[in-house]
């Protein structure tokens, strides 16, 4: 059973940094596209970004709103995901999803954590 | 970046009914789109693919369709369980996008 479990949300102040992980477990994680999806409260989904495997760059793109303040990266040696958040906004404070695909060939979130809340506030 | 409009943002319909949720981009995106519902307190699921693919599991009351630039949602006879969000997501270039979300309530 494939299973993403995130951590490390919590309350930060606007200008602060925060790290999230995504711990997988399940699937093959090293062959695996791994996405963040966030949704502020009562809003929708927005895409933040993706990282590709290590076999294929280890690329990433990321949305407009957190380009240059957002890293993704991943460690497959533990079968986690981060996402470094910094010169965190307001704007900013959402559940955090770790997401990832069905398998091979698939482009979009199939499987999704339970999320991680950032609340950024003075 | 791509522009995913979606209509209505919200609708009320009764158990039985038929509903059509539409999505439109800002420029072509072949079939490269995806539908999602997401419940209260819950992570989205995905019901379909590829713009007409039914995800494995999901009920075939569900069904997608289109191409290009509009894409359509279609929930036959519908059911108590139907009742949540529902939003497309583009992935035809970086960086994805979402839907707005269309609220669908018991009328």
């Known amino acids: 059973e494939v299973q993403l479990v995130e951590s490390g949300g919590g309350l930060v102040k606007p200008g602060g940094s925060l790290r999230l992980s995504c711990a997988a477990s399940?699937?093959?994680?090293?062959?695996?596209?791994m996405t963040w999806v966030r949704q502020a409260p009562g809003k929708g989904l927005e895409w933040v970004g993706r990282i590709t495997t290590n076999t294929d760059g280890g690329t990433t793109d990321y949305a407009a709103p957190v380009k240059g303040r957002f890293t993704i990266s991943r460690d497959d040696s533990k079968n986690t995901v981060y996402l470094q958040m910094n010169s965190l906004k307001t704007e900013d404070t959402a559940v955090y999803y770790c997401?990832?695909?069905?398998?091979?060939?698939?482009?979009?979130?199939?499987?999704w954590g339970q999320g991680t809340l950032v609340t950024v506030s003075s | 970046d791509i522009q995913m409009t979606q209509s209505p943002s919200s609708l009320s319909a009764s158990v039985g009914d038929r509903v059509t949720i539409t999505c439109r981009a800002s420029q072509g995106i072949r079939n490269d789109l995806g539908w999602y519902q997401q419940k209260p307190g819950k992570a989205p699921k995905r019901l379909i693919y590829a713009a007409s693919s039914l995800q494995s599991g999901v009920p075939s009351r569900f069904s997608g369709s289109g191409s290009g630039t509009e894409f359509t949602l279609t929930i036959n006879s519908l059911q108590p369980e139907d009742f949540a969000t529902y939003y497309c997501l583009q992935h035809n270039s970086y960086p994805y996008t979402f839907g707005q979300g269309t609220k669908l309530e018991i009328k």
């Open positions: 997401t990832t695909v069905s398998g091979y060939g698939d482009l979009i979130p199939y499987h």
């Open positions: 399940g699937f093959t994680f090293n062959i695996a596209w």
